[in-house]
């Protein structure tokens, strides 16, 4: 399994940004995986938000985030970002950094039991 640190998470108003990173390190490189960032608010169920290739050539989104959240990844720097564009309350939840352990694989999954390693997630707050 890898290591995976998120940051970046706060408490902002509607309509404001935010930046989430995640930051990797384990013995199996960063660039053989396709990563994820899931959201959990309380009483909620874990859900994907969206999430990027090995080599970032694909990218998925869910619908409550497509065309507001960005993900990109930086296999130098073994990261993944997800960028966070017009925040509405909705969007409160502490957001989580995932693996998928599949190898070199051109999908992206949605289910948190199809990933291996996480985070310990990253707060954020969107007020009215």
């Known amino acids: 399994q890898a290591q995976l640190v998120e940051s970046g998470g706060g408490i902002v108003q509607a309509g404001d940004s935010l930046t989430l990173s995640c930051a990797y390190s384990?013995?199996?490189?960063?660039?053989?995986?396709?990563m994820a960032w899931f959201r959990q608010a309380p009483g909620k169920e874990r859900g994907v938000v969206a999430g990027?290739?090995?080599?970032?050539?694909?990218?998925s989104y869910a619908d409550s985030a497509k065309d507001r959240f960005t993900i990109t990844r930086d296999n130098v720097k073994n990261t993944v970002t997800l960028q966070m564009d017009s925040l509405i309350p909705e969007d409160s939840a502490l957001y989580y950094c995932?693996?998928?352990?599949?190898?070199?694989?051109?999908?992206?999954?949605?289910?948190?039991?199809?990933?291996?390693?996480w985070g310990q997630g990253t707060p954020v707050t969107v007020s009215s």
């Open positions: 384990g013995r199996s490189p960063f660039t053989n995986y396709a």
């Open positions: 995932a693996r998928d352990p599949r190898v070199l694989v051109n999908q992206i999954r949605t289910s948190p039991m199809q990933y291996d390693s």
């Open positions: 990027v290739t090995w080599n970032g050539a694909i990218t």
